[in-house]
């Protein structure tokens, strides 16, 4: 390919971003327990995650247990080398098998999502079923610390405040069609209409505060006169 062709052609993947459509996943822990996930790819290397409520993958002494997940493709893997960021928050974060990196699309969102949700609090929880994904309308009442409280806005997504909805990320699908991901259900109380979920800024500062999302470093070049020896990017 000539230069300036390649030059048009990455000009023209920075204009348009990769499809962001939400990325929603079945978990299946192995004990008989199942919860929800949000799959995404980590802005250091691309590689596949799975963000989930660490009580859906978790054991008694704290530990993070492998588990199995599927895709709204009919699509299967695992979750491996999981951990907890942080013993306050309902978070834990798990290497994907089954995706090769880059092939994971959805984003950890932006970096403060308070005016957002103050100018659009209608979200949906993306309840997985197997292999589809059932978008159920929540309404957010309260955006304040690391939590954000919810509640349903009708009959079908009352119908889905189950604890199996553990895991499963309130989505908020913008002007252009990409979903951008506001929480994800750490716990619903049927009995009082109502749920947390740990907001997504807060799961992105956790994430990229941990080794899973290193900075690239590139070696030194012996005898250049330069050498790069820090990106944050790609």
């Known amino acids: 390919m000539r230069i300036d062709a390649l030059f048009a052609a ?4 920075l204009a348009c971003p990769p499809l962001a459509q939400a990325e ?14 949000w799959l995404f790819g980590s802005p250091a290397d691309a590689s596949c995650w799975i963000a989930t409520a660490r009580h859906v993958v978790g054991t008694e002494d704290g530990a993070i247990k492998d588990f199995q997940w599927s895709d709204i493709q ?5 979750g491996l080398d999981g951990f907890a960021p942080a013993k306050d928050l309902d978070l834990a974060f798990a290497r994907v098998e089954g995706r090769r990196t880059g092939e ?6 932006g970096d403060d999502l308070s005016f957002i949700v103050a100018r ?8 997985m ?13 309260d955006f304040s610390g690391e939590y954000v409280r919810f509640t349903p806005t009708n009959d079908d997504s009352r119908q889905a405040m ?4 553990s895991g499963a990320p309130l989505v908020l699908r913008d002007s252009a069609g990409a979903d951008r991901p506001i929480g994800l259900i750490a716990n619903v109380d049927p009995s009082q209409d ?9 799961i992105k500062r956790a994430f990229l505060a941990t080794a899973a999302a290193p900075t690239i470093v590139a070696p030194r070049v012996a005898g250049a006169a330069f050498a790069l020896t820090d990106s944050t990017g790609i």
Request: one cysteine or more; aromatic letters at 4%.
């Open 104 to 109: 994971c699309m959805s984003r950890l969102g």
């Open 24 to 37: 929603p996943v079945l978990i299946n822990e192995g004990g008989g327990g199942k919860g929800q996930g």
């Open 194 to 202: 109502f749920g947390f979920a740990v907001r997504f800024d807060t």
């Open 162 to 165: 189950k604890p199996g909805l």
């Open 10 to 13: 990455l000009l023209a993947a």
């Open 129 to 141: 079923l197997k292999t589809h994904a059932e978008p159920r309308q929540m309404t957010l009442r």
């Open 120 to 127: 659009q609090p209608v979200v949906e929880a993306m309840q």
């Open 74 to 78: 009919g699509r299967e893997g695992l």
